[in-house]
């Protein structure tokens, strides 16, 4: 056995405080905000979607080319997952023609 003495930490104390600024609670009462629908900005138009649609046809009617799908699905990927999954009643955002 040791007969060394341990450190005897039993008087030692500490405390922390932190090296941030404190902060009060931000006041944002008169922060304000608006969104705009960017159709109205550029020209763009809305269609509601009927049975037997597809988005090539209301491409064709809308914009003049059928191959202008893509623009109309990439305009209402917030409510499109896949090109070919529209259904009636959806109104969707037409981009204005190019």
Known sequence: MSTDK?????????????TAQKVEKADFSGVT???????EKV?????????????SKIAKDELGDANAWNR????????????????PGQVLKIPAKS
């Open 6 to 18: 341990k450190a005897d930490f039993s008087g030692v104390k500490a405390s922390v405080d932190t």
């Open 43 to 55: 020209g763009g138009s809305t269609y509601t979607v009927q049975k037997g649609d597809s988005l």
């Open 72 to 87: 109309i699905f990439e305009a209402n990927r917030d409510l499109l997952d896949d090109p070919d999954k529209i259904q």
């Open 33 to 39: 905000a608006s969104v705009d629908t960017t159709a």
